[in-house]
């Protein structure tokens, strides 16, 4: 980008989530190269903060996190329109579904320019009523819509396909023990949702932990249905073998002693854990699911992909990868190689461009339709 803009971006909280790194980095990035950098969150004040910022960023915490329903959405609308017409900036990039929604509403007659980052998979949001609403009211306003596959994108009708560009996630490693592979655990990264299949990756370990009593596994992550997790381990009798310790105190500590990564998602936007994991040298084995891991895995190459909720597939490959010590180190070093595409600096001047672009498209000719209004803001 050739002048200094003021770039806002729209997320619910600032979490330990996939989508919450890639604006962590999209904000250094933008801080560095000198650009003014907004955060705009649902949260409020006092919560945390899990990856770090800039201290340069300004956060806008709206505290319209808690309340659900028609009420909370319309709160949430009021205030962030409040808010971009006091900050108006050259730009606002929204993430995450429902987020997207609020900000082209938001957006609605007035003059700022509009990127959409679509992070999940379209075909599973809402029973697609939500995504229907988005791509009949939301997604026309939208000045350009970021996929992070080739498959999302072909998710989109005709009608907006002009507007859809794909850019992957950057995604960097992590440093791992030198001593990782003698830890001998599986490890699996996400939020506890029915999304990521975690008690199909829990009845598989079952399947092998007789065989190999020297191996655990550890489920990183927090959610709504660690009671029924913990249960299902219990009742397995694989208490001491599996472990739920909660999200880690810092980004990437999960890779530090993990020997194998394993994700057991039944549907996903793109896998960032499972790109973390790749990048980071691991060995890994992933559901071959919609959408995301067959485009940063070539099955028998630098990894192994299995059919979704096939517990005795993901069983066999498990045992497979433990049994086989030179095959985990070839996986994980080619695993590496193959990351290469998605390293940060290439794909960071990706959102450069389409920041220039968008901003080049939609010249502020109008002023905003509202007097400023004051909101208490909060800086990092």
């Known amino acids: 980008m050739s002048a200094q803009k003021h770039i806002a971006i729209l997320i619910t909280a600032l979490g330990a989530g996939g989508a919450e790194r890639v604006i962590?980095?999209?904000?250094?990035?933008?801080?560095?190269?000198?650009?003014?950098?907004?955060?705009?969150?649902?949260?409020?004040?006092?919560?945390?903060?899990y990856h770090p910022l800039p201290a340069q960023v300004t956060l806008w915490r709206l505290g319209a996190q808690v309340s659900v329903g028609y009420r909370g959405n319309a709160r949430?609308?009021?205030?962030?329109?409040?808010?971009?017409?006091?900050?108006?900036?050259?730009?606002?990039?929204?993430?995450?579904?429902k987020n997207n929604l609020l900000a082209a509403l938001a957006c609605l007659g007035t003059p700022t320019p509009l990127i959409c980052s679509e992070r999940n998979n379209p075909e599973r949001q809402d029973a697609n009523r939500l995504w229907n609403l988005l791509l009949k009211v939301g997604y026309r306003r939208a000045d350009f819509i970021v996929c992070q596959t080739n498959a999302i994108r072909r998710c989109f009708p005709r009608s907006v396909r002009d507007r859809l560009v794909v850019i992957y996630n950057p995604i960097a490693g992590f440093d791992r023990d030198p001593d990782a592979d003698d830890a001998r655990t599986l490890c699996a990264v996400g939020r506890l949702t029915p999304q990521k299949g975690f008690p199909h990756l829990i009845d598989a370990f079952a399947k092998v932990a007789d065989h190999h009593p020297e191996w655990n596994l550890t489920i990183w992550?927090?959610?709504?249905?660690?009671?029924?997790?913990?249960?299902?381990?219990?009742?397995?009798?694989?208490?001491?073998r599996i472990s739920l310790p909660g999200t880690t105190e810092q980004p990437g500590d999960w890779a530090r002693h993990a020997t194998i990564f394993v994700q057991s998602s039944l549907y996903e936007g793109f896998g960032n854990a499972l790109g973390e994991a790749l990048a980071s040298g691991l060995p890994v084995i992933a559901t071959d699911c919609d959408f995301g891991p067959a485009e940063m895995i070539a099955n028998g190459e630098n990894g192994v992909l299995v059919p979704v909720q096939d517990a005795d597939a993901m069983a066999d490959a498990i045992s497979g990868l433990i049994t086989d010590h030179t095959l985990r180190s070839s996986y994980g070093a080619m695993a590496k190689v193959s990351m290469r595409k998605f390293e940060p600096a290439a794909i960071l001047s990706r959102w450069d461009d389409l920041i220039e672009a968008t901003t080049r498209s939609r010249r502020?000719?109008?002023?905003?339709?509202?007097?400023?209004?004051?909101?208490?803001?909060t800086a990092s």
């Open 364 to 377: 502020k000719a109008a002023p905003w339709p509202q007097p400023e209004l004051v909101i208490e803001n």
């Open 24 to 49: 962590a980095m999209l904000a250094h990035h933008w801080v560095d190269r000198g650009h003014r950098v907004s955060i705009i969150t649902f949260d409020r004040a006092d919560d945390p903060v």
């Open 221 to 240: 992550g927090n959610g709504e249905i660690r009671a029924a997790l913990e249960q299902q381990v219990e009742q397995m009798g694989l208490g001491s």
């Open 76 to 97: 949430r609308l009021l205030r962030l329109r409040e808010t971009l017409g006091q900050i108006r900036p050259d730009a606002l990039v929204s993430f995450l579904t």
